[in-house]
């Protein structure tokens, strides 16, 4: 029984590969030393796979920077404004798609399905010339040809390609239709076929992810023409069309099973529970499946004993037939004779495989060295999971490794009774939960007016969003501090400092509701994770969030609870140094959540639900100790959308309840804002209403008014609301016109009393030298406008 991984982690063990990119970004080391770096990481992965005994290893799966931008370079679908001449791509044009130049903006970035890796978004119009001007994916094969390893080159397929696209500029608003563009990307990639037909190539594997997102029948039929037409170029190879992240809906499984330049097709077993249903009700014969049951999301050792029992269901379905009489007659003499039983029973038609690439779990379990062994022992990063799914094949094909899988057993039992998976208490509270709303009892408007008395705001109040610039100093006292190189009294008092020069400065710019600025803090999730029960947190669980950017999410466990507070003591150090108001700041349940990795072993939403409770307690306490107005932020709710519009309302019904939950019980006169990242929200526009906060701050300054333009709809909208008044992420000043300018159009759709004039997202990655202008001229525009009100 065979094996085959989606694709793997590129950033390395200890990631190597960023140091090596962002070393040659600023000029220390040369292209060379970045090569030497990618090429020794390469060979080092498919020596592991090759290793372990997978038998089908994926090339071309390492990338610079993206893989997206990477069949953007092969297709030489570079914008114009690159001024790109043709010609081989090289590192120059490359990372000037990806990161801009000193002349020139980057393209465009964003989220890769419902993960946390960023993709780079093709920019594609009629006037797009494509040819063929990057020669990766022959040229990895290769490479690991030459290194003794015969492997499965991946190419992102054509019609996500198109799919994952946008209008270059000027055609948007004409609504060009993207997949028009098939018929002139498709002999790029014929040409790639051939050449790796030409290096020997028995395999090809097309990524076509898109195939599990809602699509209509015209995208379906680009599927079905796509591969029609590479018909002829693929004869002669076995070609894998891959999907993952979801299952695939019944009519677009119909449609992928159909292609008959397909040979084998790769599921998502873990989350598309349903797949499986539909591979048992017809898989076309003689076809290869290549089933996704180990999990590439989560950093959890699979339940072995459950997939393989899974596997022996499907290979009821796949494995049974005529076909294995062919594969015995193809196999011919040139095999010993025990070889060719097996062949005849299991004629490798069931291809044990990984969810989806392994990119989105952490690299190396090995490099944990300071994790508790006991939680250690319940995890699998992807080297791991490598070695699960080669022991899975095994196992069908009759050579179990009966220690290995009795040692996972006794893991997975373990975790089902430790004592630290299970809190009684947690479990208790969240399942009294149910039944109820957890509404405030007040409607926000009443709120609003009981908290005004207390506030005494003017009208047009500012605020910030929590974080102020993080110097070089304030890391470095964070970092001595947690290794213990200063005392706690040297570290409290460092950070007193830091928040009074914080409270100073936004009373000298005459900001009227305060924040402390968020010193303490490392990071968002993490600072309240490792506050927590039921989190752990790894040394090197890196995982590639975009370009050489990786992102370390915590672990949580098991049942989530707060055993003491934890930003009480900063939030009221702080208000006691002004007469202003003092916002405590908080990271909401559904942000925590969706910024870890989760426990497989409940659903998300009961997690959820403990992170809320543990929240809540903190925001009660907050209030008792004097805190009137508590911010707490969901930059992350709308990340957790699922990937189909059926799942949305579930989602988004316990996403929205967690946060009520946070904060139903708080006095009216206490002001509850929440705060959220990204600019698209008009679809979710009436779950960020459902979730009762007096006061909402949200991105906007770069998403031309699209926010604005739900309400200019009317959607009635009675809380406080800030929509950024300019945008964090640049370093550029805005002017008081213009903030002026963008206040003004504000009031043109919103009611005077409910606006709030506020940055985009926190200041922390921003220079003092750009704050105080900015913040300078942020509250001058407000006080004129004040004056013409
Ligand atoms: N309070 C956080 C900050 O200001 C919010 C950051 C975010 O939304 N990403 O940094
Ligand atoms: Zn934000």
Redesign the pocket.
Known sequence: MASHIVGYPRMGPKRELKFALESFWDGKSTAEDLEKVATDLRASIWKQMADAGIKYIPSNTFSYYDQVLDTTAMLGAVPERYSWTGGEIGFDTYFSMARGNATVPAMEMTKWFDTNYHFIVPELGPNTKFSYSSHKAVNEYKEAKALGVDTVPVLIGPVSYLLLSKPAKGVEKKGFPLLSLLSSILPVYKEVIAELKAAGASWIQFDEPTLVLDLDAHKLAAFSAAYTELESALSGLNVLVETYFADVPAESFKTLTSLSSATAYGFDLVRGTQTVELIKSGFPAGKYLFAGVVDGRNIWADDLAASLSTLQALEAVVGKGKDASIAYYKVGFSYNWQYLIMTTFCPDKLVVSTSCSLMHTAVDLVNETKLDSEIKSWLAFAAQKVVEVDALAKALAGQKDEAYFAANAAAQASRKSSPRVTNEEVQKAAAALKGSDHRRATNVSARLDAQQKKLNLPVLPTT????FPQTVELRRVRREYKAKKISEEEYVSAIKEEINKVVKLQEELDIDVL?HG?PE?ND?VEYFGEQLSGFAFTANGWVQSYGSRCVKPPIIYGDVSRPNPMTVFWSKTAQSMTSRPMKG?L?GPV?ILNWSFVRNDQPRFETCYQIALAIKKEVEDLEAAGIQVI?I?E??LREGLPLRKAEHAFYLDWAVHSFRITNCEIKDTTQIHT???YSNFNDIIHSIINMDADVITI?NSRSDEKLLSVFREGVKYGAGIGPGVYDIHSPRIPSTEEIADRINKMLAVLDTNILWVNPD????TRKYTEVKPALTNMVSAAKLIRTQL
């Open positions: 910030t969003i929590g974080s924040v968020e803090r968002m700041m990271t942000t911010q932020d930059a992350a705060h959220m990242c991105e997202c926190g200041l922390k």
